[in-house]
């Protein structure tokens, strides 16, 4: 059969209608699909299985001293990340002295206390502070104890008697710089210690120079022997290893009862931290010494070497030895407990090993 020019082109027209038809339809229903339905793409890998960071516990607490005798035990930590790993970030919020750890921590001004001498500890909670240390800090060994009495090498003291109507230098009032002293002369039988000496409170870093000046006739340091013997120009009378033995140099950190009881695992976050921080600084004790150095601008000669509670588990000698002191020189009131002044039940390393 023979078409006509006129057929072919409108079958030839329909055919192309019915083609972009077809097209269209097709166009339409991908740009639909795209636009109801995105693309997913499927997360393989690393990407599948890394959960987000988890996010650390801001716990305040007070900056070292500006110059420091000793390793800061929460910079080291810090600086070497076992605070971060426990789940702990640190927000030094200015140095606060010493003696004022305790009203700074009631009045909640930081969140624990960094280690001072367990004497404050006691005196405060005896005074009515709801606060209970955690975990060990320093302690005192024959090489290294934690304070020294040290004098001129010309010196006629020799012993606890000599020290009788003389002049002692101490960094602060109240603390072990005071005490020690005095149990030193009760060691020996004398009676009323305090009021046998004169004690004037100078910046630790000036007594060894008002020491050579004569204006005292005995200095109590936080330095080791070995430092003092180096230097050659004075001798050391006494340490407090000489009178506890090596139970006498402890220096916890402490919570808040009721920051305890809200946040235990914190609390156990930060005692794992420290305990961790104190055995790397047993072991490596000229490296933390240079971490403190270097991240408080401090020459590393003025920074000591510290021995530390193996696993930060506080022993209860170290704090029985100071309530019978501070009980005998009515310094706190009778009746103050054990179980009042610390706990080791936070700590990992004291359940694995009980």
């Known amino acids: 059969m023979t078409l006509d020019k006129n057929t072919i082109n409108y079958k030839f027209s329909v055919f192309m209608l019915f083609f972009l038809f077809l097209l269209v339809g097709c166009g339409d229903n991908s740009a639909q699909k795209s636009t109801s339905s995105p693309q997913v793409q499927a997360v393989t890998g690393n990407e599948a299985q890394t959960p987000s960071a988890p996010e650390l516990k ?23 990340g076992f605070f971060k790993k426990n789940g702990i970030k640190l927000d030094f919020v200015g140095v606060i002295p010493s003696p004022q750890y305790v009203a700074a921590l009631v009045s909640d001004r930081i969140d624990v206390s960094p280690g001072a001498h367990i004497n404050r500890t006691i005196a405060g909670i005896s005074a009515g502070a709801k606060i209970l240390a955690v975990v060990g800090n320093t302690e005192t060994t024959k090489r290294i104890p934690h304070m020294i009495g040290v004098v001129p090498k010309n010196s006629p003291i020799k012993g606890p008697k000599d020290l009788v109507g003389k002049k002692i230098g101490i960094p602060t009032i109240g603390g072990c710089n005071e005490y020690t002293p005095y149990a030193w002369l009760a060691k020996a039988g004398i009676e009323d210690p305090k ?22 006739d005995l200095a109590m340091l936080h330095k080791t022997p070995e430092e003092i013997v180096r230097k050659g120009e004075f001798e050391i009378v006494f340490s407090d290893y000489d009178i506890w033995g090596t139970d006498g140099g402890a220096t916890p950190p ?15 976050s930060f005692v794992t931290a420290v305990a961790e921080t104190l055995n790397w600084s047993n072991a490596n004790p000229y490296e933390a010494r240079a971490i403190t150095a270097k991240r408080t601008n401090t020459d590393i000669s003025f920074i000591n070497e510290r021995y530390y509670t193996p696993n930060g588990i506080i022993r209860p000698e170290t ?36």
Do not use: M
Not at 58 to 66: C, D, E, F, G, H
């Open 319 to 354: 704090a029985s030895v100071w309530i019978e002191l501070l009980t005998a020189f009515e310094e706190i009131k009778p009746g103050v407990t054990l179980d009042q002044i610390f706990t080791n039940e936070f700590n990992p390393f004291y359940k694995t090993s009980s």
């Open 254 to 268: 402490y919570f808040r009862i009721d920051f305890i009881k809200q946040h235990p695992d914190t609390v156990r």
């Open 58 to 80: 801001v716990l305040r607490v007070p900056s070292p001293a500006n110059e420091p005798t000793s390793p800061s035990s929460l910079i080291v930590g810090e600086e070497l």
């Open 195 to 216: 009021s046998k000496i004169e004690v004037l409170v100078l910046p630790e870093k000036n007594l060894e120079q008002v020491l050579r000046q004569g204006e005292i």
